[in-house]
């Protein structure tokens, strides 16, 4: 796969565009790019579908702007808009995220529903069953989100002695050294992924407006062996979706996209044919 490069209001944004048929949007999360779904693309593109993966601003090979403020989540949500828009999409599309990618594909079908036509949410749930119902699992957890929120202490910690900690906190993923550390290492872009993480829980920076309840229909995954999320921010979630929310829980870790390709993508497909 080729990446393709398209000017946005804001930034250069680099895209995976695969496949014909009907569009889907698939957004990736922390540390990761648009290379995150090499396996599943060509899943689906087998099965008809045209997969459009970009790498979010600071991530792969699109833009990273300076400041913590430009990694809101309002802004994300944006330049996938945008980008959308660009491709001459009109018309509302699949949406399935990971990770980071799950928080902004909230966003994005909560406040833009006339854009998606449903929305797959993997690993990560709605951000109010994460705030609220996580639970003290939860809590435990999310010990790293406090440790992101210092710049300059937080890019030292994970990333001195050959990356150890990152290695530590990624439980030694096969993925670090062929994508995660080679990406991370140039110049700002540790500090452009940590300010995911301090544009959005940082109360100084984080966007103050009440995210609505999703009107699109929602299928949840998660990984029941999940290091850094608790079943019940996901399970959850369904208090916060005015349509249908289906539920699914696999034999999985975080790393799904990778991990556990080929049984998202057939949870997904059937999810697609009902």
């Not at 957004?27 to 899943?43: E, N, Q, T, Y």
């Not at 990694?71 to 949500?77: E, G, S």
């Not at 989100?145 to 994970?158: L, S």
């Not at 995210?211 to 290091?227: A, C, E, H, M, S």
Request: glycine share 6%; aromatic share 12%.
């Amino acid at each position: 796969m080729d990446r393709k490069i398209i000017q946005l209001s804001e930034i250069k944004m680099a895209y995976y565009d695969e496949g014909q048929g009907e569009p889907i949007m698939l957004l990736h999360g922390f540390p990761d790019s648009g290379d995150v779904w090499r396996k599943v693309i060509p899943i689906l593109n087998k099965n008809g579908y045209r997969t459009i993966a970009p790498d979010l601003r600071g991530f792969g090979q699109s833009e990273a702007p300076e400041g913590v403020e430009n990694y809101r989540a309002d802004k994300l949500a944006k330049d996938i808009l945008e980008l959308k828009h660009s491709l001459g999409i009109e018309k509302p599309m699949k949406l399935i995220a990971h990770d980071w990618g799950a928080n902004i594909g909230w966003t994005l079908a909560s406040f833009f529903p006339k854009e998606f036509s449903s929305y797959v949410a993997l690993s990560v749930g709605n951000p109010y069953a994460y705030a609220l119902d996580g639970g003290f699992e939860q809590k435990q957890k999310a010990w790293y989100t406090m440790a992101f929120q210092t710049e300059g202490f937080a890019e030292k910690m994970f990333s001195q002695n050959d990356w150890a900690t990152l290695r530590l906190f990624c439980r030694n993923h096969s993925e670090l050294d062929k994508h995660y550390i080679s990406d991370l290492s140039r110049p700002g872009r540790f500090t452009a992924a940590l300010n995911l993480y301090r544009a959005n829980l940082n109360p100084k920076f984080a966007n103050k407006t009440k995210l609505p309840k999703t009107d699109i229909p929602v299928l949840g995954i998660y990984g029941k062996n999940d290091p850094y999320l608790s079943e019940s921010q996901m399970s959850q979630s369904v208090k916060y979706v005015n349509n249908t929310f289906e539920y699914k829980i696999i034999d999985g870790e975080h790393v799904l996209p990778l991990d556990n390709s080929q049984e998202i993508t057939n949870i997904i497909l059937n999810y697609y044919r009902k």
